[in-house]
């Protein structure tokens, strides 16, 4: 009997997987201030159940058609459960933390995920292992963030509003740190070989179900069909919930994890952008001190590799 065929190794980062990672990180950095520009219409905790539920039915049908009546019988199922699970439960954090804090507060927090995920593969899975001059850059650019935001006074004008600012920033880490194990269970289950369209239908069912029926059991579940909500929510379902978390996955199945996760700092650039130019959030000399530390932490971690190979060929 042959041996069976080894897994293919995860490539590093190439000029594909950079272009699109800078396309998710556009579209990403964007979707938080789509949910708070109509937040008076449909609550965040509604607007993210709503395009989950329709990404998870349009993932059934695609699920279905490809594999049909085998499709959840193959091992997935649990882990599956898990990881749609965890993915609820980020987005909760992330709609209730827009209630407290800003849009790019928590495109700040939230995209903390890659260090949470790089910390778990390194630890978990050999080919992950991050080298000294990584670390580094992981720690300028989590620095950089932590410039950016923590080292203000901050924008509340009283004791009440910094602690419903502070809890929302807390709301925005907790989902950090949930991404981050997601990607981690991701690729340490049989999830890490199945097509990416049913990973994330896994993740979508559940966050339809969770948060829809959060959001009935809270009072949250209001509408109002306005022009701009309904474009909002059709951004959000078909770009950002289909879309873009399709060609995430299908980047983790070919490129190595901690790698394209340290690009995904890119994110809170673009969402703190879009912010100060959509939503008039203020920009000040912390951001900007910031900003250029998180792009020197991204140099220093997908440059590290090429560094390496010139100082070995002198």
Same mark, same amino acid.
């Given at each position: 009997?042959?041996? &069976?065929?080894?897994?293919?190794?995860?490539?590093?980062? +190439?000029?594909?997987?950079?272009?699109? =990672?800078?396309?998710?990180?556009?579209?990403?950095?964007?979707?938080? %201030?789509? %949910?708070?520009?109509?937040? +008076?219409?449909?609550? !965040? %905790? =509604?607007?993210?159940? @709503?395009?989950?539920?329709?990404?998870?039915?349009?993932?059934?049908?695609?699920?279905?058609?490809?594999?049909?009546?085998?499709?959840?019988?193959?091992?997935?199922?649990?882990?599956?459960?898990?990881?749609?699970?965890?993915?609820?439960?980020?987005? @909760?954090? *992330?709609?209730?933390?827009?209630?407290?804090? /800003?849009? $790019?507060?928590?495109?700040?927090?939230?995209?903390?995920?890659?260090?949470?995920?790089?910390?778990?593969?390194?630890?978990?899975?050999?080919?992950?292992?991050?080298? &000294?001059?990584?670390? *580094?850059? *992981?720690?300028?650019?989590?620095?950089?963030?932590?410039?950016?935001?923590?080292?203000?006074?901050?924008?509340?004008?009283?004791?009440?509003?910094?602690?419903?600012?502070?809890?929302?920033?807390?709301?925005?880490?907790?989902?950090?740190?949930?991404?981050?194990? /997601?990607?981690?269970?991701?690729?340490? /289950?049989?999830?890490?070989?199945?097509?990416?369209?049913?990973?994330?239908?896994?993740?979508?069912?559940?966050?339809?179900?969770?948060?829809?029926?959060?959001?009935?059991?809270?009072?949250?579940?209001?509408?109002?069909?306005?022009?701009?909500?309904?474009?909002?929510?059709?951004?959000?379902?078909?770009?950002?919930?289909?879309? $873009?978390?399709?060609?995430?996955?299908?980047?983790?199945?070919?490129?190595?994890?901690?790698?394209?996760?340290?690009?995904?700092?890119?994110? &809170?650039?673009?969402?703190?952008?879009?912010?100060?130019?959509?939503?008039?959030? !203020?920009? +000040?000399?912390?951001?900007?001190?910031?900003?250029? =530390?998180?792009?020197?932490? %991204? /140099?220093?971690?997908?440059?590290?590799?090429?560094?390496?190979?010139?100082?070995?060929?002198?």
């Amino acid at each position: 009997m042959s041996a &069976p065929a080894a897994k293919p190794a995860r490539l590093p980062l +190439d000029a594909l997987a950079t272009s699109a =990672m800078l396309a998710l990180c556009v579209c990403w950095g964007f979707q938080q %201030i789509a %949910i708070k520009l109509v937040a +008076d219409d449909i609550s !965040p %905790i =509604m607007q993210i159940g @709503l395009r989950s539920t329709f990404a998870a039915l349009v993932l059934a049908v695609v699920v279905w058609r490809t594999e049909g009546a085998r499709a959840f019988r193959d091992g997935t199922a649990l882990p599956g459960a898990i990881v749609g699970l965890l993915f609820a439960v980020e987005f @909760l954090f *992330v709609a209730q933390g827009l209630r407290y804090t /800003t849009a $790019s507060h928590m495109s700040v927090f939230l995209y903390t995920a890659p260090i949470f995920a790089a910390l778990g593969l390194h630890w978990l899975l050999p080919e992950e292992r991050m080298q &000294p001059l990584q670390w *580094v850059g *992981v720690a300028v650019a989590f620095g950089g963030i932590a410039v950016a935001f923590l080292g203000k006074g901050g924008q509340a004008d009283s004791a009440a509003n910094a602690a419903n600012m502070l809890l929302g920033d807390a709301m925005g880490l907790m989902a950090g740190l949930l991404w981050g194990a /997601t990607t981690v269970a991701i690729r340490k /289950t049989s999830l890490s070989e199945a097509a990416p369209s049913k990973t994330l239908f896994y993740q979508m069912a559940a966050a339809s179900i969770v948060l829809v029926a959060y959001a009935v059991m809270t009072g949250q579940d209001g509408i109002r069909y306005t022009q701009a909500a309904v474009l909002s929510v059709a951004f959000q379902s078909v770009v950002v919930a289909l879309s $873009s978390y399709l060609a995430w996955f299908w980047l983790l199945r070919r490129y190595l994890a901690s790698r394209l996760s340290i690009l995904s700092f890119m994110t &809170p650039l673009f969402g703190v952008t879009f912010g100060v130019l959509i939503l008039d959030e !203020p920009l +000040d000399r912390h951001f900007v001190l910031g900003a250029v =530390m998180v792009l020197a932490g %991204i /140099t220093l971690v997908s440059g590290a590799g090429l560094l390496r190979e010139k100082l070995r060929r002198r």
